[in-house]
Antibody, heavy 122, light 110 residues
Framework: QVQLVQSGAEVKKPGASVKVSCKAS????????MHWVRQAPGQGLEWMGW????????NYAQKFQGRVTMTRDTSISTAYMELSRLRSDDTAVYYC???????????????WGQGTLVTVSS | QSVLTQPPSASGTPGQRVTISCSGS????????VNWYQQLPGTAPKLLIY???QRPSGVPDRFSGSKSGTSASLAISGLQSEDEADYYC???????????FGGGTKLTVL
């Protein structure tokens, strides 16, 4: 069965960086794009971008351009999201989610990781 | 302010039918498919409806989706207490080149 298992909670100081991992199993890792979505406390879902695990190509939301880097290690079926120059308003749960794409039915995020809480506090 | 507009809250009693709307524009809902996600308290979102009106396996047929023009709706019939959750619509936006979510609707089962 498809599983996305994320790394554990992090506490960071303002200005630092955080790197969250997402280990995939139960499917061919390079066959599906991986998205990252975050959710601030009590707030809605916010898309950050995607990575193509096959090519390493990325597409970042404009809001995070210059601060986010998405990478992958195909040898261990793991995707990473690194966010730099952290601010207090980056405190959120960060999710990875697999994209399922079909030419007829379009895009959907069909499997999600359990989430990683990143707390930014001095 | 989300690009996709949802009512912040909705409610119903057990057995009732409720609908949740999602309003967008020509660059998102008007030209791409809409997905709906259910987020139970303290858990990760779960895909509920994809491609406007398709249910993934395991999702009860009490849940249905529709789309018309630049708006979409999620309907839940035979409301149950376990349906109490946050519901988000989502669609790709061609102008922003980004995946966008609605602000979410908190459903309360009275």
């Amino acid at each position: 069965q498809v599983q996305l298992v994320q790394s554990g909670a992090e506490v960071k100081k303002p200005g630092a960086s955080v790197k969250v991992s997402c280990k995939a199993s139960g499917y061919t890792f390079t066959g599906y794009y991986m998205h990252w979505v975050r959710q601030a406390p009590g707030q809605g879902l916010e898309w950050m971008g995607w990575i193509n695990p096959n090519s390493g190509g990325t597409n970042y939301a404009q809001k995070f351009q210059g601060r986010v880097t998405m990478t992958r290690d195909t040898s261990i079926s793991t995707a990473y999201m690194e966010l730099s120059r952290l601010r207090s308003d980056d405190t959120a749960v960060y999710y990875c989610a697999r994209e399922d794409y079909d030419i007829l039915t379009g895009y959907s995020l069909d499997y999600w990781g359990q989430g990683t809480l990143v707390t930014v506090s001095s | 302010q989300s690009v996709l507009t949802q009512p912040p809250s909705a409610s119903g009693t057990p057995g009732q039918r409720v609908t949740i709307s999602c309003s967008g524009s020509s660059s998102n809902i008007g030209s791409n498919t809409v997905n709906w996600y259910q987020q139970l308290p303290g858990t990760a979102p779960k895909l509920l409806i994809y491609s406007n009106n398709q249910r993934p396996s395991g999702v009860p047929d009490r849940f249905s989706g529709s789309k018309s023009g630049t708006s979409a709706s999620l309907a839940i019939s035979g409301l149950q207490s376990e349906d109490e959750a946050d519901y988000y619509c989502a669609a790709w936006d061609d102008s922003l080149n980004a995946l966008i979510f609605g602000g979410g609707t908190k459903l309360t089962v009275l």
